[in-house]
């Protein structure tokens, strides 16, 4: 079954960057969507970013577009990771984001990564 670990996360000033990763084991990536998610304090999970997986069509959540980009490195015998560049962070961008894919009704979750956004 797959296994799904983030990393990247951390503290950054207002106007940063970080690249998040969501590292794959137990299934190729190039087999499942895979969704970029997060949840701020006292907040809903919110969808933040997606990637298919038949032709890598894209999707952002408007208050990200423009700033974040989601790719994968599909090739499992090296990275077997999908990708989420956070630019021009802002204080909103604080929470704890999650990466997601979904095996028939199944749905699998990494254990997230925090990013804060603070001067």
């Known amino acids: 079954q797959p296994r799904l670990v983030e990393s990247g996360g951390g503290l950054v000033q207002p106007g940063g960057s970080l690249r998040l990763s969501c590292k794959a084991s137990?299934?190729?990536?190039?087999?499942?969507?895979i969704g970029w998610f997060r949840q701020a304090p006292g907040k809903e999970r919110e969808g933040v970013s997606c990637?298919?997986?038949?032709?890598?069509?894209?999707?952002?959540?408007d208050s990200v577009k423009g700033r974040f980009t989601i790719s994968r490195d599909d090739d499992r015998r090296t990275q077997n990771t999908v990708y989420l560049q956070m630019n021009s962070l802002k204080r909103d961008d604080t929470a704890i984001y999650y990466c997601?894919?979904?095996?028939?009704?199944?749905?699998?979750w990494g254990q997230g990564t925090q990013v804060t956004v603070s001067s």
């Open positions: 997601h894919t979904a095996v028939g009704a199944t749905d699998y």
């Open positions: 137990g299934v190729g990536l190039r087999s499942y969507a």
């Open positions: 990637i298919s997986s038949d032709d890598d069509t894209t999707f952002y959540e």
